[in-house]
């Protein structure tokens, strides 16, 4: 499995993040400030983790920013990416299982290690979208395609 994870800061739950998800044997992208080790532009960190979910490089995403809104908006402007900001597991869940979330954002200020852990390995879990939703996914990719 192929994770892009980005942040605008070197936040430290940032980089608890990747070490976590390589403990689990999951491969790491890591974009902006993971990369530079420098501030990073949370448009750019979005647009660009958005841009390898889309292309189809990783299987998912993670974006982090102070609050995790900005990053998510940003993440959002890419045609076929559903950024969900998510505060806790079970959000994690509905998140992937109700609206086949791709990407997942975060608030460097509000996640702990432990609450982290259980949001990654919630919507890891996640392996499909559920059936009853096709509908409304479908009118998501729709509305993409307009764009």
């Known amino acids: 499995m192929n994770v892009a994870v980005g942040s605008d800061d070197n936040y430290y739950i940032a ?9 689990k044997g999951i491969n790491v992208v890591p974009i902006g400030a993971l990369k530079t080790g420098e501030l990073y532009p949370w448009p750019d960190v ?4 958005g841009t390898l979910v889309s292309r189809g490089e990783v299987d998912f995403g993670i974006v982090i920013c102070y609050t995790g ?16 900001l998510v505060t806790d597991a079970r959000n994690a869940v509905g998140a992937r299982l109700w609206n086949d979330a791709n990407v997942l954002a975060l608030s460097a200020r509000l996640t702990s290690e ?34």
């Open 46 to 49: 979005g647009f660009e983790v």
């Open 15 to 23: 980089r608890f993040i990747v070490k976590y998800l390589e403990s």
């Open 114 to 147: 432990e609450l982290a852990k259980e949001i990654i390995d919630s919507w890891i879990s996640v392996k499909e979208a559920d059936p009853s939703e096709r509908g409304n996914i479908s009118k998501l990719r729709k509305l993409d395609e307009e764009r």
């Open 69 to 84: 809104t900005g990053v998510s908006i940003a993440a959002n402007k890419v045609k076929g990416v559903r950024a969900a």
